[in-house]
Every structure is written in C-alpha cells, then in structure tokens.
C-alpha cells in the first residue's frame, strides 16, 4: 500500500531540536524552528554530541553571523512563498528587507557570496517546489496555481516551472493524476483480494 504524507516542517524542526537538545543535557531557550539559545556555556563533548544526534536529521549548526543571515534569507522567502496570495507582498525585496532590517542590496550581494547562487534563483525554485506541492495534494487548475503563488501571468509562470523541471505545469499535473489513478486502482484491488481471503477464511 502506498500513501501521500503532509506534515508541519516547522513543528517537526521544533520537535527534533528538543529532542536533540534534551538528550545533549543542554540548558537553552528555543527562539524559532531554527533558532536557539543556550543558557550556560556547553562543553566540547556534549557539543559534538548535539551536532551528531542533529546531523542523523540533516541539521547542521550554523556559527557564521553571515551564513546565519543566509540561512534568515532562505526561511524568509519560504515563509514568503507559503502565504495566502491575500497576505503575499507584491515586491519580494521589499518583504526580505523589512522582515529582516537590511536593504535588498546587502542582502543580495551577501546570498549571492555565500551561496554563489542569487536570491531571485532561490525565489524562482522555492515556488515551483510548492507549485509541485500544490499539483500533488490540491486540485487547482494551473491558473489558480499561477494566482496563488502571485504570478503576473500563467504564461510566466508555465515558462519557470519548465525551465525548472523540464515540463510544463499541465504535463506535470496530467503525469500526478495518472498516478493518483494506478494508485487507487491498486488500492481497489488489494481491497477485493482481502475481501476473497476473508470469505474463504469465514467458510
């Protein structure tokens, strides 16, 4: 049997950092999903402690003040692209800047050093990872996902999701809709099968 999955990602975070933290046998605040403060100095043997237990979940600890301020970009415009389309700003430079009290210059230049890759590029792929999400778990037209994501056009936004994936959102749907259909499909059968175990059990 096969099954979609959807979860919180912030709330899992929360989870695994205090799980992590907890068995470390470390003192500290949580500010965030992603953000922690620790209330006594901690040794070098509980610290490579944390780092392991977090690294078994691809979490890694970040001390560069300039990866942090990459890493606040990144959430920032994945907390952009998630939002109501009535609550989405219309220009991202100005949501990166006032949420983070930097200009979008800094910003820019700053995500483009580290990264060697520029905010607009990440932009670009954080909403067609949700447009996919969209197409998988919703029943939206391509229009409405346009909409939702605040597109100007759905022409534009069918041109970045094929540059992105290699095929237009209308294939991409028809391919998940396919699946969704072999799937309950299966589903069915491995319904009746159990059904005939059963009465052959019962007589």
């Keep these: 049997m096969k099954f979609y999955i959807k979860y919180d990602f912030n709330a899992a975070c929360k989870k695994i950092l205090e799980e992590q933290l907890d068995k470390a046998g470390v003192s500290y605040t949580l500010l965030g999903s992603r953000e922690v403060e620790i209330k006594q100095s901690i040794s070098t043997k509980k610290m490579n402690l ?3 237990g977090l690294g078994n979940y691809g979490i890694e600890i970040i001390e560069s003040q300039k990866n942090i301020l990459v890493q606040k970009i990144k959430d920032t415009i994945v907390e952009m692209v998630y939002l109501d389309e009535t609550q989405s700003p219309l220009r991202a430079s100005d949501y990166l ?3 983070l009290q930097y200009s979008y210059g800094y910003l820019s230049n700053l995500f483009s050093e580290v990264t060697f890759t520029s905010i607009e ?3 670009i792929l954080q909403k067609i990872e949700r447009a996919k999400q969209l197409i998988t778990t919703t ?5 409405e996902i346009a909409w939702e994501l605040n597109y100007s056009s759905v022409a534009h936004f069918c041109t970045q999701f094929k540059g992105v994936t290699g095929l237009t959102p209308t294939v991409f749907q028809r391919i998940i809709k396919k699946r969704r259909k072999l799937l309950n499909e299966e589903t069915d059968n491995e319904m009746i099968v159990d059904t005939k175990n059963n009465k052959i059990k019962d007589s």
Excluded at 139 to 143: G, L, P, R
């Design 121 to 123: 590029n990440f932009i």
């Design 97 to 99: 800047s006032e949420k």
């Design 50 to 52: 944390l780092c392991v």
């Design 139 to 143: 029943e939206f037209s391509v229009s």
